[in-house]
């Protein structure tokens, strides 16, 4: 019997001192950096891989899109985008290009648009599929001319958490020019709902769900984005979450 | 003279790399383990399909309402409030948690550690079991542990020892015809399909090897045999060290750090 109860309490600290240390050492700054290496070392193997996120039938598509997000803008320049019927959006391309620009809604609209039928991972852990319409993100870069020594692509969008925070993300020049990288403008045959990131979403099927900005009002193409807000690279990375985020 | 006999049945048994890979692999699969609830914590239910589809769905923890726990397995409800569902929030108080936070690693709920310490421990169990499993393919040791089918008729008697219905176990090498069947299971069948699941979960894996994904049912699907081959490990875990506790346990603990094991009358050395 005492044997038994030995057992048992030894299997009882041994599942009760796992959380304890396992915590103490996740608030250590050392090891906690430590733990992150891996992620710079998925990034570093696999961050500018040109495979492609695998492509569904209409029947596969989710018959309910979650949203899972910041909330929908309230700010009056979003309500008066929507007011408009989005006619006066137009999306700024800005930073390290030869020709900075504004793209009105209806010019992106009248450029050759590409229909995927991809799955949306979010981190979290569930996923959804979706028809998403839009345009490459290359050939609106394209239009601007990056500069040859342009390195990242910053998405400044028009949703903020409750404390004022924007939402913002960025992917290397790989990545945005990957064959499947999209600036959505269309879910399932209809314009994106204002939930869903009305009038433009980015859409990268080949990485988790934060990666897709929705609401996005400005393209920066940078060097750096050190300088930017938590200098990590995204709203959720500048939160403890990988920059490099591939399914 | 008796002494002597004694030396004589002490065997060397684990090679340094297996005794290195067996404790960096408990370690690292008991960080999986609680970072991993902790992911789960997330999205705290499995669908046997690739996209989320509630009408598929073989498991879920939830709170419906403040102060209760319910875990759902094929439909059937189950009030668990304390433990799944309704439980420890890991900074002192209860809150709706899918796995409570003595748990979880870390303790309070934060998705973006737990996957650094999921993914920097999975490297560390995979490459304990791979190191392994290539070392002991090699040197010939992976014979005297695999199951083979002259084996199968000393499963009944081994387990009637077990339950204290035989005085003797039959006799056998290195393993007994059960710790075979275990370790058969665990370390060539259930360790391979949790690392493949995992690998169907990881970062930039799906985008280049797609069948891999569809080879499990999809990527919810690859969740849901992932944390049930993390329920079979855990029932192994626990057999295991009750056994260990049970049949010699300085002996065990002995052998497993220094190499060395002390022989029982019913035992041989091989397969």
């Known amino acids: ?23 103490a050492l996740n608030d250590n700054p050392g090891f906690h950096h430590l733990l992150g290496l891996e992620g710079a070392l998925d990034a570093a193997i696999l961050g500018d891989s040109s495979g492609l996120a695998r492509r569904y039938s209409v029947a596969d598509i989710s018959p309910h899109f979650p949203v899972d997000s910041l909330p929908t803008p309230t700010s009056s320049t979003y309500e008066a985008l929507l007011a408009s019927g989005f006619r006066s959006y137009a999306l700024a391309i800005s930073g390290a290009v030869e020709r900075p620009m504004r793209i009105p809604l209806a010019r992106l609209a009248g450029m050759a648009q590409q229909t995927q039928i991809t799955r ?32 990242y692509v910053v998405f400044r969008c028009m949703d903020r958490d409750d404390q004022g925070t924007p939402y913002y993300e960025s992917l290397d020049m790989a990545q945005a020019y990957h064959p499947q990288t999209l600036l959505a403008l269309q879910l399932n045959g209809r314009p994106i709902r204002p939930d869903h990131g009305a009038p433009v979403r980015l859409r990268v099927p080949t990485q988790l769900g934060y990666k897709s900005a929705k609401w996005v009002a400005e393209i920066q193409i940078v060097g750096s984005f050190a300088h930017l807000y938590g200098g990590k690279g995204g709203y959720w990375e500048d939160q403890g979450y990988e920059w490099y985020a591939g399914i | 003279m008796r002494y002597s006999v004694i030396v004589q049945r002490l065997v060397y048994r684990y090679a340094l790399l297996t005794r290195l890979a067996h404790w960096f692999g408990a370690i690292a699969v008991a960080v999986l383990i609680s970072s991993g609830l902790q992911i789960f914590n997330a999205a ?47 900074v002192g108080g209860e809150s709706a948690r899918a796995f409570p936070g003595w748990l979880t690693i870390p303790a309070y709920q934060d998705l973006a550690d737990g996957r650094r310490w999921h993914l920097f421990f999975a490297w560390v169990a995979s490459l304990a079991w791979l190191a392994w499993l290539v070392s002991s393919a090699i040197k010939g040791n992976l014979a005297e542990m695999v199951l083979r089918p002259s084996d199968l008729p000393k499963l009944l008697p081994m387990q009637a020892y077990y339950l204290r219905l035989r005085r003797e176990p039959p006799p056998h090498g290195t393993y007994n015809p059960l710790q075979k069947a275990a370790y058969t299971f665990v370390l060539l069948v259930l360790a391979p399909l949790i690392v493949l699941t995992g690998l169907a979960l990881s970062p930039g894996i799906d985008a280049i090897a797609h069948p891999l994904t569809v080879l499990f049912g999809g990527r919810q699907f690859a969740r849901l045999w992932h944390f049930l081959g993390m329920l079979l490990f855990v029932g192994f875990a626990l057999v295991h060290i009750v056994q260990v506790a049970t049949q010699g346990f300085f002996n065990h603990m002995r052998s497993m750090i220094s190499g060395w094991y002390r022989l029982r009358d019913h035992e041989s050395v091989g397969p």
């Open chain 1, 1 to 23: 019997m005492k044997r038994r109860l030995f057992l048992a309490s030894s299997i009882a600290a041994a599942l009760g001192g796992c959380a304890p240390i396992g915590t």
């Open chain 1, 120 to 151: 949306h991972d979010c981190v979290e852990g569930w996923s959804a599929i979706g028809a998403w319409t839009g345009v490459p993100l290359r050939n609106v870069l394209l239009l601007a001319v990056p500069h040859r020594d342009a390195r």
């Open chain 2, 44 to 90: 705290p239910y499995l669908d046997a399909a690739d996209r989320s589809t509630p009408a598929r769905r073989v498991l879920s923890i939830g709170s419906p309402a403040d102060g209760v726990g319910q875990l759902t397995l094929f439909g059937h409800t189950f009030t668990t409030t304390g433990f799944l569902g309704w439980g420890s929030d890991g």
